[in-house]
């Protein structure tokens, strides 16, 4: 049974767009979320992470929303950029100091020029 | 400073056969966990070795086993290869061990026929 859900294998975003992508998860433990980028031939990349104590987290171009009563969290990319194009994971995890990821299916954007 | 590396990049190997994948972890890093993802799927949690002791294990048949040596590198070996063993095998090194701190390798991409 998959507990981090990703239902868009794939995304489709015009250069200069806001990108938007979305992570479920069935787990009430976990309450620490992180979003990877992985490139091919290379290993995963950390963006950015959330707490459950927060509802949104900002870096720069990328922003992560979560909705805890929806066990619902989504990763903006404003504006998205040709070099964003990669493949993208949800992770959680029962909290920060936890040494365990569960990660899901991943999510392919394309930012087309 | 020299990243996570994973040795042999490719291999392929036979039903039934052993095999052995190597780790070195970043400089400074005591801890490393091992994730196979299959092809279309999310990475899933093997091992975690801290200190060169086993601290978590994933779901994984006992054929899979790890360990980890004095330097902090580590090897993960797979007993009676099957099909479904084909994957791509990440290894995460982190300074205590906690997910919000993980870096993956590029990872060996492992072919059983």
């Known amino acids: 049974d998959q507990q981090v859900k990703q239902n868009s294998p794939s995304l489709s975003v015009q250069e200069g767009r806001i990108s938007i992508l979305n992570c479920d998860y069935t787990n009430s433990m976990f309450d620490y979320f992180l979003w990877y980028k992985k490139y091919p031939a290379e290993g995963p990349t950390f963006l950015i992470s959330i707490s459950s104590i927060k509802d949104k987290n900002e870096d720069g171009r990328f922003t992560v929303f979560l909705n805890k009563s929806a066990k619902h969290l989504s990763l903006h990319i404003v504006p998205s950029q040709p070099g964003d194009s990669a493949v993208y994971f949800c992770?959680?995890?029962?909290?920060?100091?936890?040494?365990?990821?569960?990660f899901g299916k991943g999510t392919k954007l394309s930012v087309i020029p | 400073d020299a990243g996570v590396t994973q040795s042999p990049t490719h291999l392929i190997k036979t039903r039934g056969q052993h095999v052995t994948l190597r780790c070195s972890p970043i400089s400074g890093h005591k801890s490393v966990s091992w994730y196979q993802q299959v092809l279309g799927q999310g990475p899933q949690f093997i091992f975690q070795y801290y200190e060169k002791e086993e601290r978590g294990r994933g779901n994984f048949p006992d054929r899979f086993s790890a360990r980890q040596f004095p330097n902090y590198s580590s090897e993960l070996n797979v007993n009676a290869l099957l099909l479904g063993d084909s994957a791509l095998y990440l290894c995460?090194?982190?300074?205590?061990?906690?997910?919000?701190?993980?870096?993956f390798g590029p990872g060996t991409r492992l072919t059983v026929t």
């Open positions: 992770a959680a995890s029962s909290g920060a100091g936890s040494y365990q990821l569960t």
């Open positions: 995460a090194s982190s300074e205590t061990g906690t997910v919000y701190e993980q870096y």
